[in-house]
């Protein structure tokens, strides 16, 4: 079966990169970070800098290695070889369609505010977040195309309950609900690690535009400007509506919300200011999950490409879609949404989705390690070398620090969970050897 050629513009893939960093998360993050103070703005700074610096790194990357799916992996695998690029690919993989059940959860958790009863009623949550999953999962296999408009559409949806905030909030702005430098008792430099540390995990994501570079228009230039202006916008919306929220809510009040986001327009709309931010913030999810279900598709098909996963994951549809991806990565997603509403499974299930972070950390490092060593090997030519080298080492240091402060019981079981795949890899090896006799 021949497949159509489907292929996304700047604004879609900058819509990837948003849209995927921009989770549910952020919408009660500010709650969390005003324990610590106004500390947490330098928080985001520093985070913000690390992200534009190993977005960067991805850019330039993506300007090397030009229509080739696969992001992290393939960038990886171009210094390392086919080994690390497999362990980047497999935990990436696993990561996504782990980080897929846990997104529907989510969602499930925000619509409760109007359909109460999905707190209580397992089997209703369940079956809801079943169908969210495979509705997305049935939208992206209708080509990049159809899950590109769904993308934006959510993108632009999520941005303005978010700038509404911003910008009409500036009218209920006081100077004195903001918190002091540091409230938690603990130095400076202790505090803003911390924070940092948070904050971190809302960038994930600056990489997503590179993962399906081979269905994007002129890639070379494509690919980069998304990245970075994805990254740049984002960064933009949090701190701002960081500051925002803290000369909006009293200490006392933002310290204890569980949703800081529809209190703030509450006080500037009443319960209908309410109702908008809850919406947002399930639109918000949804977005999430269309693209990284995109995702586990794409870095599936890359790999598989490569000879590195089995075969059926390259295996497209009429709509260019690599089909048996997703559907492999919704029943894998079904399955650790399933288990969060089996008693006795709850901390499990939370332990696996912590580990999925160190899974998606790792391939920042190795992608920056790669950098580096490609550049210190000069295969590709450079205008400035030390430019590069500086920011290839940057980057590595900054995704270093992130991984050791994931804690050493997170980073331990994320890498036995990377090992896991050596055996997979040994396979796929035999596989081919023997395809080539």
Same mark, same amino acid.
């Given at each position: 079966?021949?497949?159509?050629?489907?292929?996304?513009?700047?604004?879609?893939?900058?819509?990837?990169?948003?849209?995927?960093?921009?989770?549910?998360?952020?919408?009660? +993050?500010? !709650?969390?970070?005003?324990?610590?103070?106004?500390?947490?703005?330098?928080?985001?700074? #520093?985070?913000?800098?690390?992200?534009?610096?190993?977005?960067?790194?991805?850019?330039?990357?993506?300007?090397?290695?030009?229509?080739?799916?696969?992001?992290?992996?393939?960038?990886?695998?171009?210094?390392?070889?086919?080994?690390? /690029?497999?362990?980047? !690919?497999?935990?990436?993989?696993?990561?996504?369609?782990?980080?897929?059940?846990?997104?529907?959860?989510?969602? +499930?958790?925000?619509?409760? #505010?109007?359909?109460?009863?999905?707190?209580?009623?397992?089997?209703?949550?369940?079956?809801?977040?079943?169908?969210?999953?495979?509705?997305?999962?049935?939208?992206?296999?209708?080509?990049?195309?159809?899950?590109?408009?769904?993308?934006?559409?959510?993108?632009?949806?999520?941005?303005?309950?978010?700038l509404f905030i911003i910008l009409f909030g500036l009218f209920f702005f006081k100077i004195e609900n903001f918190p002091s430098f540091n409230l938690t008792g603990e130095s400076n430099?202790?505090?803003?690690?911390?924070?940092?540390?948070?904050?971190?995990?809302?960038?994930?994501?600056?990489?997503?535009?590179?993962?399906?570079?081979?269905?994007?228009?002129?890639?070379?230039?494509?690919?980069?400007?998304?990245?970075?202006?994805?990254?740049?916008?984002?960064?933009?919306?949090?701190?701002?509506?960081?500051?925002?929220?803290?000369?909006?809510?009293?200490?006392?009040?933002?310290?204890?919300?569980?949703?800081?986001?529809?209190?703030?327009?509450?006080?500037? /709309?009443?319960?209908?200011? /309410?109702?908008?931010?809850?919406?947002?913030?399930?639109?918000?999810?949804?977005?999430?999950?269309? /693209?990284?279900? +995109?995702?586990?598709?794409?870095?599936?098909?890359?790999? !598989?490409?490569?000879?590195?996963?089995?075969?059926?994951?390259?295996?497209?549809?009429?709509?260019? !879609?690599?089909?048996?991806?997703?559907?492999?990565?919704?029943? +894998?997603?079904?399955?650790?949404?399933?288990l969060n509403y089996t008693e006795g499974l709850v901390e499990q299930f939370q332990f696996i989705v912590q580990l999925t972070v160190i899974a998606t950390l790792l391939p920042y490092l190795f992608t920056a390690a790669s950098y580096l060593l490609i550049?210190?090997?000069?295969?590709?030519?450079?205008?400035?070398?030390?430019?590069?080298?500086?920011?290839?080492?940057?980057?590595?240091?900054?995704?270093?620090?992130?991984?050791?402060?994931?804690?050493?019981?997170?980073?331990?079981?994320?890498?036995?969970?990377?090992?896991?795949?050596?055996?997979?890899?040994?396979?796929?090896?035999?596989?081919?050897?023997?395809?080539?006799?």
């Amino acid at each position: 079966m021949k497949s159509k050629t489907q292929k996304i513009g700047l604004l879609t893939a900058t819509s990837l990169v948003v849209g995927n960093m921009i989770g549910v998360g952020i919408f009660v +993050l500010p !709650a969390v970070l005003s324990n610590y103070g106004s500390v947490s703005l330098l928080g985001w700074l #520093f985070t913000a800098t690390g992200a534009l610096i190993l977005a960067k790194i991805f850019s330039n990357f993506s300007k090397i290695i030009v229509s080739k799916s696969g992001g992290p992996y393939v960038y990886s695998k171009a210094g390392f070889g086919d080994f690390l /690029g497999f362990l980047v !690919a497999w935990g990436y993989w696993i990561a996504c369609w782990v980080s897929n059940g846990a997104i529907a959860i989510a969602i +499930l958790g925000a619509a409760s #505010f109007f359909i109460p009863e999905l707190a209580i009623n397992s089997t209703l949550s369940v079956s809801l977040g079943l169908s969210l999953i495979w509705f997305f999962t049935w939208i992206n296999s209708r080509g990049i195309k159809e899950s590109g408009k769904v993308q934006l559409f959510t993108t632009i949806v999520k941005i303005i309950p978010l700038l509404f905030i911003i910008l009409f909030g500036l009218f209920f702005f006081k100077i004195e609900n903001f918190p002091s430098f540091n409230l938690t008792g603990e130095s400076n430099f202790s505090s803003l690690s911390t924070v940092a540390s948070l904050t971190l995990y809302a960038f994930l994501g600056i990489e997503c535009a590179t993962i399906p570079a081979a269905d994007i228009h002129n890639p070379e230039k494509t690919v980069p400007r998304a990245t970075m202006l994805g990254t740049v916008i984002t960064t933009i919306l949090y701190i701002l509506a960081t500051i925002i929220l803290f000369g909006m809510l009293p200490l006392e009040i933002l310290q204890e919300s569980p949703a800081p986001f529809a209190e703030a327009a509450k006080i500037m /709309g009443g319960d209908l200011g /309410g109702y908008f931010v809850a919406v947002g913030v399930i639109v918000s999810g949804i977005g999430v999950l269309n /693209g990284w279900i +995109l995702i586990t598709g794409q870095i599936s098909m890359a790999t !598989a490409k490569d000879e590195l996963f089995p075969d059926f994951f390259k295996k497209k549809n009429k709509k260019g !879609a690599p089909v048996n991806g997703f559907v492999i990565g919704g029943i +894998l997603s079904s399955v650790v949404m399933s288990l969060n509403y089996t008693e006795g499974l709850v901390e499990q299930f939370q332990f696996i989705v912590q580990l999925t972070v160190i899974a998606t950390l790792l391939p920042y490092l190795f992608t920056a390690a790669s950098y580096l060593l490609i550049i210190i090997e000069k295969k590709f030519e450079t205008k400035s070398w030390f430019k590069s080298l500086v920011l290839a080492t940057l980057g590595f240091l900054y995704s270093f620090w992130a991984i050791y402060g994931s804690g050493p019981e997170t980073v331990y079981y994320g890498f036995l969970l990377l090992l896991m795949g050596i055996p997979v890899y040994v396979y796929m090896k035999w596989i081919t050897t023997k395809k080539n006799k």
